[in-house]
């Protein structure tokens, strides 16, 4: 099994068999982004109650939370990919990293946007310094600085490893982001699932009719990245392999 599954890895982390298998996954994910999202924005805007304290204005919530999830989600991707870039030095690791880093920073701008555009009705302003806001708005520097690294070295080995290592070592800031509400006081309000999932005491403090569309929604986001980032990995790849027969094949170069 070990085998079969470390052949499996390799196929996988070759650019030409990734650059051809990936473009059907694509497209599935598209498909499935669109439909979530749509559904999780009719459930949203018009299936779920209002609020009772914040009426339809909570209904920002749907764009707002999944982005924030998304945007822990996807830095915690590319320290993963950093990791495996450097440890096992698969280069489509990089491309990788490359590819989903710009994704992760507008995810991290619309939850700023849209977190901004909640807390002016909530809190009377657009913006405080609070613990979550902060280490969010450190984590948005902290993907400009990967995509600044990645690019701005002549060789594109020294930018993919000195971009891995700003990923890793500013992973840190994903759980200062996820606790900061419960470690330090905060006006931002509190986490929407509560205990651990894995002794049968988690619980959520949004009732069902409101949640569903989150979640829906979440798997929209989720499916849109994986399009986006299969993409733009597999124009990573060519324009990182264009010195290489299969690559200038596949652009039709001479």
């Not at 990919?81 to 590819?99: Q, V």
């Not at 009377?124 to 310094?129: A, I, K, L, R, S």
């Not at 995509?147 to 890793?168: C, K, P, V, W, Y």
């Amino acid at each position: 099994m070990s085998g079969r599954w470390s052949r499996w890895i390799h196929r996988w982390a070759s650019p030409p068999y990734f650059y051809r298998a990936s473009r059907p996954w694509g497209r599935v994910f598209a498909v499935v982004s669109f439909v979530a999202i749509a559904i999780g924005l009719y459930g949203g805007l018009w299936l779920a109650p209002p609020d009772f304290q914040q009426g339809n204005g909570f209904r920002i919530i749907y764009v707002h939370v999944p982005s924030a999830w998304m945007s822990l989600f996807i830095f915690v991707f590319l320290a993963v990919c950093g990791l495996i870039g450097l440890i096992w030095r698969i280069k489509l690791a990089h491309a990788m990293a490359s590819a989903a880093a710009p994704i992760g920073a507008a995810f991290t701008a619309i939850t700023l946007v849209t977190g901004s555009l909640w807390a002016k009705p909530m809190w009377g302003t657009f913006w405080v310094w609070d613990a979550r806001l902060t280490s969010e708005l450190i984590l948005f520097f902290l993907y400009l600085g990967v995509i600044a690294l990645s690019r701005s070295f002549e060789n594109q080995q020294t930018g993919d490893r000195a971009a891995a290592i700003l990923a890793i070592v500013g992973a840190v800031d994903v759980p200062i982001i996820h606790y900061s509400v419960d470690w330090w006081q905060t006006l931002h309000q509190g986490a929407i699932f509560r205990g651990n999932p894995f002794d049968g005491h988690l619980h959520t403090t949004v009732a069902p009719s409101m949640l569903w569309p989150l979640l829906v929604m979440w798997l929209g986001f989720m499916c849109y990245f994986g399009a986006l980032v299969l993409w733009r990995a597999r124009s990573e790849i060519l324009l990182r392999q264009l010195d290489t027969g299969w690559a200038r094949e596949a652009v039709g170069a001479p």
